[in-house]
Each structure stands twice: as C-alpha cells, then as structure tokens.
C-alpha cells in the first residue's frame, strides 16, 4: 500500500511540475518576451515623423510606426512623454514597441505613436510642469487635454489603415499626460491607462510631500533630465543622479511616507475592426 501512495505521490508531483518543464525558447515565447528588436520593427513597421498642429496653431513633434500589412486596419496606440522621444529621423528606429517589456503590442498590431508634449523636446510652445486643466475653455485656450483631442483628431484623418480607435498610456510623469486624454476625450479615445501617474500635485507626489517642497528632488529634476535625456546615455546618468539623491535624502532621514496613486480606466475594445 505504502510503495503504491510513493508511487501515485511521485506521479503527482511529475504531473505538478510538468508546466515548469518547458524549454526556456517555448517558455519566452509563452510570456511574449521574444526579443524582437529593432531589425524585426524594420521590417514590419514603417515610421513617419510629422509635426502635428494644435488648435492653436503650435505643432507638436512625433513619430507614428504604422504596419506595413495593409491588409487590415490597427488602432493607435498613443503615448505623450516630456522627456524627448527618440532616436530622432525616420531611418533611426526604437527597438521595442508598446508598453513594458514584452513584445505582444507590436506583434498584435498597431499604430504606435509617441510625442513629445508642448513645449518639450522638438516640440513648439511653452512647457508648463504639470499643467492645469482649464475647466472652462474660452476660443484660444489650450491645456493637455485638447492637445491630446487636437493629436487624435489629426491622427485619425491623416494616418491610412487605421480603424478610428484610440488608447493612451503611460507610466509616472506620462501617465499624467494619459489622464488628461481621459479628459474631454476625442470621441476616438477608447481606452486610457495611466500607471502610478501625477494626480494629487501636493500631497503624496515626488515634488511635494503634504504640501512641502523637496528642493533638491526639484532641482535634480529640472536641472538634471532636459539636457541629460538628449543623449542615448542621458537617462543612465539622470537615473544615477536621482538615485544618489534619494540615498542623500534616505540617510538623512528626510524620506517621508509616500503614497503613489495608481488609476486605470478600462478598454472599450480598440481592437476592435469596425
């Protein structure tokens, strides 16, 4: 009985561990982690460079990668970042498409877009930190919100093969900017995700801890990220300098309780072709 449960047991433990037995090429393509890069992004995707004009007449620099398969019709996939979109040229092409890690965006199909905000990098106008929305909006005014409707708006009539969907994302700083796509949002916009964005400015955020200025966390950020993030080892070293500043800042116990506020609004289903 004893060598027949040791046998059942052995059994169950081999049927157990069986999903964790798959070779490492099956287990990344499972997980869509398949280094694809940027030769296969060549390939199959052709990038354009435009500046798109906002309402009120700045334009906007960015890069759209459309799919070269014209068989079908692909939903945007947008995001707006102040921290310089590169590499710079329509020859020059990124490496890796869509949010996080994986590869599934890019192998599913759409039409990738990435911008520099007003007044950033390429991009014409003024920069405002974390611009306010204008609740209200008279003939003329313009916020983050109808940048993003003015962005859409070109977008859908001026990209071929694509479907009149949208969706935005983005993490930290640009998940602010996804927010405010959710906000007066152009009737394309069908899905929004800001991961750990900016929301409340003055308590809990990275500047401002209860309503107090962290002068050198500031100053890191504004002296350190416009002319850093212009270079391809810029992000390396702004990196650097913020970590150093927050171990400063660490040791000398001036790190406070922090609560980062994570907001997801659901897809409406861009992927659909209608």
Not at 5 to 19: D, F, N, Q, S
Not at 235 to 246: H, V
Request: charged residues 20%.
């Amino acid at each position: 009985m004893k060598s027949v449960l040791r046998t059942l047991l052995v059994l169950g433990a081999v049927v157990w561990l069986g999903p964790i037995w798959i070779p490492a090429q099956q287990r990344g393509q499972q997980a869509g982690t398949e280094n694809t890069g940027e030769k296969w992004i060549r390939e199959h995707y052709t990038k354009y460079e435009f500046m798109i004009p906002m309402r009120d007449g700045v334009r906007l620099y960015t890069h759209a990668y459309v799919p070269k398969d014209t068989s079908q019709t692909y939903p945007f996939l947008l995001n707006r970042t102040p921290y310089v979109i590169s590499p710079h040229g329509v020859d020059n092409y990124r490496d890796h498409l869509g949010p996080g890690q994986t590869d599934l965006y890019q192998k599913e199909g759409f039409i990738f877009v990435h911008q520099d905000v007003r007044g950033k990098g390429s991009s014409e106008g003024v920069y405002v930190h974390v611009r306010p929305v204008i609740p209200n909006k008279k003939p003329g005014d313009v916020d983050e919100t109808t940048d993003t409707y003015d962005t859409v708006e070109w977008l859908v009539k001026n990209i071929p093969n694509n479907n009149g969907k949208a969706g935005i994302y983005g993490i930290s700083y640009p998940g602010f900017y996804a927010t405010m796509g959710a906000i007066d949002a152009h009737p394309a916009m069908k899905a929004v995700s800001p991961q750990a964005p900016v929301t409340d400015w003055f308590v809990g955020d990275d500047f401002r801890h209860n309503g107090v200025l962290f002068l050198p966390h500031a100053f890191n950020f504004f002296s350190a990220r416009p002319t850093a993030m212009r270079s391809s080892w810029g992000w390396d070293r702004c990196r650097t300098r913020m970590r150093s500043t927050f171990a400063a800042r660490w040791s000398s116990g001036a790190i406070w309780s922090n609560t980062t506020s994570t907001t997801s609004i659901g897809s409406r289903g861009i992927r659909g072709r209608t």
